[in-house]
């Protein structure tokens, strides 16, 4: 195996407050000690780091996602500079795809042309209607970002195929319908989203009674499984789908598999997967640069080893669970805990429990009425 999968912290910095932030306000404060805008040199230096190591690990196809804090603090002429370099310097052979992760209250027309110019796609953080999305994602004096989200969406659906590919992330939160948000996206003209689970862990307990994010989940499953839409797509559940069919992961939250995401901070600071953070200040640092160091340094690391090895740390009861081949025992940051580090199942297992199991009984219902299950006993025919 070789890491595919590179996130890149242009900035450091955010002009959003979101209360539940992984990055300014769940314990960690290593933001503090970076820049707030990732240097050129160091972006180049990037650049070249995981071009070398893709050459030398023969990988054909990686993704480069642009993060931050809100990436498109960094300017046009910066972001310019750098999607020219990332596509200059690209060696022959290698496909890269480009995304970039915003909370879209910068966007207006020129930066999408930019984009589209580079070939980069476009996540947009955004929590559903403006009496959802306004609560946690506000600025620093407390006032909602709905209203300008809004009008990056409004823009972006009415240039059609002139946009670059985009779509929609929601931190779930069981406390509103996921049917309503769902439907909302769908009626402003949303046609690619996701409904990620929240960053808690065992020793940061989620506020909701347990329970309650599968039903959020299978309300929305329900509502966009009869809709038989095509074109609107939910990338959780395709994925689901696609781990319960085929075995295929596509998602690197999802299924049995190493988790090799790497992560360059504003500093150059190579570390795993960020969201990690989450589990202790300052976890997530390694003392690896890209200035002195090769990706390659990275797989020598405990704690990076750690993310490739662990589906080893799972406890038995996972690995014999009947939803293991699609929850993979949940995503490694809602596993930890002081007691057991990473040895626990997901702090939402009995929801990922209770939703796969809802999506296979509707899959399997599916493939009955198709004469392609056996009504007894499930066998495929």
Not at 10 to 16: D, E, P, S, Y
Not at 226 to 254: C, H, N, Y
Not at 255 to 276: A, K, Q
Request: charged share 20%; glycine share 8%; net charge negative.
């Amino acid at each position: 195996m070789a890491a595919r999968n590179f996130i890149i912290k242009i900035a450091g910095a955010c002009n959003l407050n979101c209360s539940y932030c992984y990055m300014y306000n769940m314990g960690d404060t290593t933001f503090k000690q970076r820049p707030k805008v990732m240097a050129l040199e160091v972006a180049t230096q990037t650049l070249e780091r995981i071009y070398g190591y893709a050459q030398r690990q023969g990988v054909s196809h990686l993704k480069l996602v642009l993060h931050g804090g809100e990436p498109l603090l960094v300017g046009k002429e910066w972001m310019r500079q750098f999607l020219g370099e990332a596509r200059r310097r690209t060696p022959e052979g290698l496909r890269v795809e480009i995304g970039l992760q915003t909370n879209a209250t910068l966007i207006d027309r020129e930066w999408i042309d930019l984009l589209v110019e580079y070939r980069a796609t476009l996540g947009i953080s955004m929590d559903g209607p403006a009496e959802q999305h306004d609560r946690y994602r506000v600025d620093f004096a407390g006032r909602g970002s709905y209203a300008k989200v809004r009008e990056a969406i409004d823009l972006l659906v009415s240039l059609g195929t002139a946009a670059p590919p985009w779509g929609v992330l929601v931190v779930s939160n069981p406390e509103y319908s996921g049917v309503e948000i769902y439907r909302h996206f769908v009626s402003i003209g949303v046609k690619w989203m996701d409904f990620l689970w929240p960053d808690y862990h065992h020793d940061l307990l989620p506020p909701w009674p347990a329970g309650s994010l599968a039903r959020y989940y299978s309300e929305i499953f329900d509502a966009w499984y009869e809709a038989r839409d095509p074109k609107v797509r939910i990338r959780w559940f395709e994925s689901a789908l696609r781990l319960l069919l085929t075995g295929q992961q596509t998602l690197d939250s999802m299924g049995p598999h190493p988790l090799e995401m790497v992560v360059v901070e504003t500093d150059g600071s190579m570390e795993p997967l960020d969201v990690i953070r989450t589990c202790g200040d300052g976890m997530t640092q390694l003392g690896l640069n890209v200035a002195t160091d090769d990706v390659e340094e990275l797989y020598l690391n405990p704690l990076f080893d750690l993310c490739v090895r662990n589906q080893e740390l799972l406890p038995q009861q996972c690995l014999t669970c009947p939803a293991h081949q699609v929850c993979g025992g949940g995503y490694l940051p809602h596993r930890y805990s002081k007691a057991a580090g990473f040895g626990n199942p997901s702090v939402h297992c009995a929801d990922l429990l209770a939703l796969i199991t809802h999506i296979e009984q509707r899959l399997q219902q599916e493939l009955r009425a198709a004469n392609l299950l056996a009504p007894e006993d499930g066998t495929q025919i």
